[in-house]
């Protein structure tokens, strides 16, 4: 498992007035002026050993900020651990912020930088932001569960932030070593609950550029239950059965992840069966041989 927490980022030092304290930290101690907002009552300050920065602020508390990818994500983690959400996760100028506590009464500052970093002038001054640029491959991989029950189909809704707390089916990237048809039925235990087995592939379907930013080809297999129960987690709040005509509305008021989910759904209701041998699984041909 990696690691929630990468560093602190920041620590918080609250301050009467932003002059005041720039005079003691910066004009006294000789900490380096990064950047200063005033519209949010904040000024940054490099530390010479350290890339965390002492943040004067004439709103929060003393406390720690610790860097996390997604700020959504990390406090779900907190929350599955038995810690607590204090407040957020809401936006900030460069991305998003939370309080969470931990099961033993600490309280931390989570935040990410996913909406990029602060663009300044020669004097610190904050002009704007110089966004994040887009991470990740050009292209993913979706292994997707077509799980229906008496003409309806099973959707889970995605807490994380690129999500934005959309329907999708039981789905996920296949891990390294893993086939197609394993990533799908162990993303269907992971994110519902239920043990399947695939029958047959639905369709595949390519959406070259999502509005996540990247292309996607999603591998949909018809699947069936053989045991398990289903179940909600912190990543996935919601995890049920809804009919054709629901789940139209939903793509509708654009409250699914793709529109591969009403392609695959209109495939499965007039018949289509595609042979899971149309995946082809071939070895690595390895390094070229010694001359």
Same mark, same amino acid.
């Given at each position: 498992?990696?690691?929630?927490?990468?560093?602190?980022?920041?620590?918080?030092?609250?301050?009467?007035?932003?002059?005041?304290?720039?005079?003691?930290?910066?004009? *006294?101690?000789?900490?380096?002026?990064?950047?200063?907002? &005033?519209?949010?009552?904040?000024?940054?300050?490099?530390?010479?050993?350290?890339?965390?920065?002492?943040?004067?602020?004439?709103?929060?508390?003393?406390?720690?900020?610790?860097?996390?990818?997604?700020?959504?994500?990390?406090?779900?983690?907190?929350?599955?651990?038995?810690?607590?959400?204090?407040?957020?996760?809401?936006?900030?100028?460069?991305?998003?912020?939370?309080?969470?506590?931990?099961?033993?009464?600490?309280?931390?500052?989570?935040?990410?930088?996913?909406?990029?970093?602060?663009?300044?002038? @020669?004097?610190?001054?904050?002009?704007?932001? &110089?966004?994040?640029?887009?991470?990740?491959?050009?292209?993913?991989?979706?292994?997707? +569960?077509?799980?229906?029950?008496?003409?309806?189909?099973?959707?889970?809704?995605?807490?994380?932030?690129?999500?934005? /707390?959309?329907? +999708?089916?039981?789905?996920?990237?296949?891990?390294?070593?893993?086939?197609?048809?394993?990533?799908?039925?162990?993303?269907?235990? @992971?994110?519902?609950?239920?043990?399947?087995?695939?029958?047959?592939?639905?369709?595949?379907?390519?959406?070259?550029? %999502?509005? &996540?930013?990247?292309?996607?080809? +999603?591998?949909?297999?018809?699947?069936?239950?053989?045991?398990?129960?289903?179940? %909600?987690?912190?990543? *996935?709040?919601?995890?049920?059965?809804? /009919? %054709?005509?629901?789940? +139209?509305?939903?793509?509708?008021?654009?409250?699914?992840?793709?529109?591969?989910?009403?392609?695959?759904?209109?495939? *499965?209701?007039?018949?289509?069966?595609?042979?899971?041998?149309?995946?082809?699984?071939?070895?690595?041909?390895?390094?070229?041989?010694?001359?």
């Amino acid at each position: 498992m990696t690691g929630v927490l990468r560093y602190v980022d920041a620590i918080t030092v609250p301050v009467p007035d932003l002059a005041a304290g720039l005079g003691f930290y910066r004009d *006294h101690l000789g900490a380096r002026l990064i950047w200063i907002d &005033e519209s949010i009552g904040a000024a940054g300050l490099a530390c010479p050993d350290s890339s965390t920065e002492i943040v004067l602020t004439t709103v929060h508390p003393y406390e720690p900020n610790w860097k996390v990818d997604s700020t959504d994500e990390a406090a779900g983690g907190f929350v599955a651990g038995g810690g607590t959400v204090v407040a957020g996760p809401h936006d900030i100028p460069i991305g998003r912020l939370a309080v969470v506590e931990d099961p033993f009464g600490n309280r931390l500052v989570l935040l990410d930088s996913s909406r990029g970093q602060y663009r300044t002038d @020669e004097e610190g001054r904050v002009l704007g932001l &110089e966004p994040t640029a887009p991470a990740g491959p050009a292209v993913i991989i979706g292994c997707c +569960n077509l799980i229906g029950d008496s003409g309806r189909y099973l959707l889970v809704r995605e807490s994380k932030p690129s999500a934005w /707390s959309r329907y +999708n089916l039981p789905a996920g990237k296949p891990e390294r070593g893993e086939s197609l048809v394993q990533a799908a039925v162990r993303e269907a235990a @992971e994110e519902s609950g239920l043990q399947v087995e695939v029958d047959h592939l639905v369709g595949i379907y390519n959406c070259p550029q %999502t509005s &996540e930013g990247f292309g996607v080809v +999603n591998f949909v297999f018809r699947s069936r239950v053989v045991g398990g129960d289903l179940r %909600t987690s912190a990543a *996935h709040p919601e995890v049920g059965y809804f /009919s %054709t005509e629901e789940i +139209n509305r939903m793509v509708e008021e654009r409250l699914v992840r793709g529109r591969h989910i009403p392609a695959a759904i209109a495939d *499965h209701e007039r018949g289509v069966q595609l042979p899971l041998s149309l995946i082809q699984a071939v070895p690595e041909i390895g390094p070229p041989l010694e001359t």
